[in-house]
């Protein structure tokens, strides 16, 4: 049924598919298959606010919920702590004001319903320019274990991630004012959105421009573009006045050139797909007899052993997730796997290099990942300007540009796409199962 569908504009034409059980060409693509991913999701889903809702604060949780209750009290003041604009704070307190809602669980709630659309929305993306693999695709994403657990708690990054794919989607729908629109209020939600903003725009100018660039046509652009103008303009100001990026725990959040979340992301990435990149390895590895690649890898290797480092205050292990509270029988000491994580890694030569391995294999990976058109080929200097800036190594910053190449890799296996929505899926319910016990936060 969507075989028949119309390819976008700029696409690549798809390769011939790897061979599959008829199972998988007759299911794939089919209403049968929306239905049951749907359905899947939904229950998954409901199982998770089941478990999650009622869960003691964890992490970040204190400070956005202390935000939501200063606004709902009349008073017009950032949260100490708080490092973004309170856009996702006012929409709950305006959600909150309508519905009545006052207790942390009906609050947790109402984040649930602004986070949980990032999955119609990236099913909305998939059928724009890959309508084939949308219901596997939107799978993944749905079970992306380290975005999974924050539909359900009160955390600004799945609204943010929102945001940002219904920018792309209107861009891509050749509706760019409504695009310029949410990617500016996306900003206020989280500063590093304003990269996202600059993607957008970039998505419109190559479609009208491709790779030419004259100043006529660039200043003819952006006089037909003035919103996107305004919002990057707009950032610019506040960065001079502000002093900054960050508008609160600055001294936690200065602008600061490192690559720790790069590592992190490629470090993820080869993981977190692990049955397609696996199978597209073998290609990826025989790169590495061409000398300037394998150079590259050479060259990698000694900027990632003197550059990867764990200094954050936030990144060490002294750092807890959850807080004591009266019922100590089931909230105590648990740890951030991220920092765990980043502490053995960072403790000598030998753990630093098998970090480094899924983190060169990805960037192999990453040379040789074909996109479904070639615009979205932004996404990787948009990857680097989202991470590179920021001190603190955290995975949430990975999800935008995770999310993007989800949607733009270039699919061919049916059965090899299953497998990775099945490991998503399987690590999206651990992640939460920990995090409902208070065993752990990521």
Same mark, same amino acid.
């Given at each position: 049924?969507?075989?028949?569908?119309?390819?976008?504009?700029?696409?690549?034409?798809?390769?011939?598919?790897?061979?599959?059980?008829?199972?998988?060409?007759?299911?794939?693509?089919?209403?049968?298959?929306?239905?049951?991913?749907?359905?899947?999701?939904?229950?998954?889903?409901?199982?998770?606010?089941?478990?999650?809702?009622?869960?003691?604060?964890?992490?970040?949780?204190?400070?956005?919920?202390?935000?939501?209750?200063?606004?709902?009290?009349?008073?017009?003041?950032?949260?100490?702590?708080?490092?973004?604009?309170?856009?996702?704070?006012?929409?709950?307190?305006?959600?909150?004001?309508?519905?009545?809602?006052?207790? $942390?669980?009906?609050?947790?709630?109402? $984040?649930?319903?602004?986070?949980?659309? %990032?999955?119609?929305?990236?099913?909305? *993306?998939?059928?724009?320019?890959?309508?084939?693999?949308?219901?596997?695709?939107?799978?993944?994403?749905?079970?992306?274990?380290?975005?999974?657990?924050?539909?359900?708690?009160?955390?600004?990054?799945?609204?943010?991630?929102?945001?940002?794919?219904?920018?792309?989607?209107?861009?891509?729908?050749?509706?760019?004012?409504?695009?310029?629109?949410?990617?500016?209020?996306?900003?206020?939600?989280?500063?590093?959105?304003?990269?996202?903003?600059?993607?957008?725009?970039?998505?419109?100018?190559?479609?009208?421009?491709?790779?030419?660039?004259? +100043?006529?046509?660039?200043?003819?652009?952006?006089?037909?573009?003035?919103?996107?103008?305004?919002?990057?303009?707009?950032?610019?100001?506040?960065?001079?006045?502000?002093?900054?990026?960050?508008?609160?725990?600055?001294?936690?959040?200065?602008?600061?050139?490192?690559?720790?979340? %790069?590592?992190?992301?490629?470090?993820?990435?080869?993981? *977190?797909?692990?049955?397609?990149?696996?199978?597209?390895?073998?290609?990826?590895?025989?790169?590495?007899?061409?000398?300037?690649?394998?150079?590259?890898?050479?060259?990698?290797?000694?900027?990632?052993?003197?550059?990867?480092?764990?200094?954050?205050?936030?990144?060490?292990?002294?750092?807890?997730?959850?807080?004591? $509270?009266?019922?100590?029988?089931?909230?105590?000491?648990?740890?951030?796997?991220?920092?765990?994580?980043?502490?053995?890694?960072?403790?000598?030569?030998?753990?630093?290099?098998?970090?480094?391995?899924?983190? *060169?294999?990805?960037?192999?990976?990453?040379?040789?990942?074909?996109? %479904?058109?070639? +615009?979205?080929?932004?996404?990787?200097?948009?990857?680097?300007?989202?991470?590179?800036?920021?001190?603190?190594?955290?995975? +949430?910053?990975?999800? %935008?540009?995770?999310?993007?190449?989800?949607?733009? +890799?270039?699919?061919?296996?049916?059965?090899?796409?299953?497998?990775?929505?099945?490991?998503?899926?399987?690590?999206?319910?651990?992640?939460?199962?920990?995090?409902?016990?208070?065993?752990?936060?990521?």
């Amino acid at each position: 049924m969507m075989d028949t569908e119309r390819a976008p504009a700029g696409a690549l034409p798809h390769s011939p598919e790897a061979a599959s059980p008829p199972l998988f060409t007759s299911w794939i693509g089919s209403r049968a298959e929306t239905l049951g991913a749907a359905a899947i999701i939904i229950l998954t889903c409901l199982w998770a606010f089941l478990r999650l809702r009622n869960g003691e604060v964890a992490a970040d949780e204190g400070v956005h919920g202390l935000q939501i209750v200063t606004l709902a009290g009349g008073k017009l003041e950032i949260a100490k702590g708080l490092t973004m604009f309170p856009g996702y704070h006012v929409v709950l307190v305006l959600l909150a004001g309508l519905t009545g809602a006052r207790t $942390s669980t009906g609050i947790r709630t109402l $984040s649930i319903l602004v986070s949980l659309p %990032v999955i119609p929305v990236f099913y909305l *993306l998939m059928r724009q320019v890959n309508p084939r693999f949308s219901a596997v695709a939107t799978l993944q994403l749905a079970f992306l274990p380290i975005l999974f657990p924050f539909f359900f708690l009160l955390y600004t990054d799945a609204f943010s991630l929102l945001l940002v794919l219904v920018s792309v989607l209107l861009v891509l729908r050749q509706r760019r004012k409504a695009a310029a629109a949410v990617a500016i209020f996306s900003v206020l939600v989280r500063q590093t959105n304003i990269i996202c903003l600059a993607f957008v725009l970039g998505l419109a100018y190559l479609e009208d421009h491709g790779l030419t660039l004259s +100043r006529q046509q660039l200043v003819s652009f952006l006089r037909r573009h003035l919103l996107f103008v305004v919002g990057l303009a707009g950032f610019a100001a506040f960065v001079v006045f502000n002093g900054g990026v960050a508008v609160g725990d600055r001294s936690a959040h200065p602008l600061k050139f490192t690559l720790g979340n %790069v590592y992190l992301f490629l470090f993820l990435y080869f993981f *977190l797909s692990l049955p397609t990149n696996l199978a597209a390895l073998p290609a990826a590895l025989s790169g590495l007899k061409d000398k300037r690649v394998l150079a590259f890898a050479v060259l990698l290797y000694g900027v990632f052993m003197y550059t990867f480092v764990n200094t954050h205050p936030y990144n060490q292990l002294s750092v807890e997730a959850f807080r004591f $509270s009266d019922d100590a029988k089931f909230v105590g000491q648990a740890p951030f796997l991220r920092n765990q994580l980043l502490h053995i890694a960072t403790q000598g030569a030998l753990p630093k290099t098998l970090f480094f391995i899924p983190v *060169l294999l990805s960037s192999l990976l990453l040379l040789k990942l074909k996109l %479904v058109q070639p +615009r979205f080929l932004l996404i990787y200097p948009l990857t680097l300007l989202l991470l590179t800036p920021s001190w603190l190594i955290e995975q +949430r910053y990975c999800l %935008v540009p995770l999310a993007l190449l989800l949607m733009a +890799r270039e699919r061919t296996s049916p059965k090899l796409e299953y497998a990775t929505a099945a490991l998503a899926f399987v690590g999206a319910v651990f992640f939460a199962y920990g995090i409902d016990q208070y065993l752990f936060f990521l």
